[in-house]
């Protein structure tokens, strides 16, 4: 149950653009199309914003893009606004029924 | 709408139980797998334990493996986790989620504080 690898931090001006890893192995992200994304603001649960590798949820904005190549899934958000400063996890589904989470990033807006 | 609803969780010494409900509301509970994921102070997400929409498959992280059961009653709409031999590391905010799509988190409750002390 290794944790999935993040960089522990990011950052943007507001309206550019910020592309956040996640990093596996073969077990997990590299073996599955079940990857998601999750948003938590300070002092609140998280919210989930990609699913699938690359699916939005209803109520997502779509400056909110994911993708996955290999081993590693990544997750863009575009038009970088204040609002969007929090940390972001990613998750996988894994081998033998359970799946694992990164670390965490926490994204600052400059 | 989805509504998850935690509570039980409080101060507790080393070594203690504690039980953890989660009251499900929005949705048909009894058809879906459910999770608890904890999140110690100042730290990252770490999955808890998973169980399966009728209850007959669970299975746990290796940190609570043989300490915790997670359970449920689909007639309750509530789902559980009792926390026995709890440890200092134990400490987090304990939250209740919604599995969806294949191994997605999509609702989270508010989460229920889970202090263990020495």
């Known amino acids: 149950q290794s944790a999935l690898t993040q960089p522990p931090s990011a950052s943007g001006s507001p309206g550019q653009s910020v592309t956040i890893s996640c990093t596996g192995t073969s077990s997990d992200v590299g073996g599955y199309d079940s990857v998601s994304w999750y948003q938590q603001r300070p002092g609140k649960a998280p919210t989930l914003i990609i699913y699938d590798v690359n699916k939005r949820p209803s109520g997502v904005p779509d400056r909110f893009s994911a993708s996955k190549s290999g081993n590693t899934a990544s997750l863009t958000v575009s038009g970088l606004q204040a609002d969007d400063e929090a940390v972001y996890y990613c998750n996988s589904y894994a081998d033998n029924n359970i799946g694992t989470l990164g670390g965490g990033t926490k994204l600052t807006v400059l | 709408e989805v509504h998850l609803e935690e509570s039980g969780g409080g101060l507790v010494r080393r070594g203690g139980s504690l039980r953890l409900s989660c009251a499900a509301s929005?949705?048909?509970?009894?058809?879906?797998?459910m999770h608890w994921v904890r999140q110690g102070p100042g730290k990252g997400l770490e999955w808890v334990a998973r169980i399966k929409h009728d209850g007959s498959f669970t299975i746990y992280a290796d940190s609570v493996k043989g300490r915790f059961t997670i359970s449920r009653d689909n007639a309750k709409n509530t789902l559980y986790l009792q926390m026995n031999s709890l440890r200092t590391d134990d400490t987090a905010v304990y939250y209740c989620?919604?599995?969806?799509?294949?191994?997605?988190?999509?609702?989270w409750g508010q989460g229920t504080m889970v202090t263990v002390s020495s």
């Open positions: 929005g949705f048909t509970f009894g058809s879906y797998w």
């Open positions: 989620v919604r599995e969806a799509w294949r191994y997605s988190f999509a609702n």
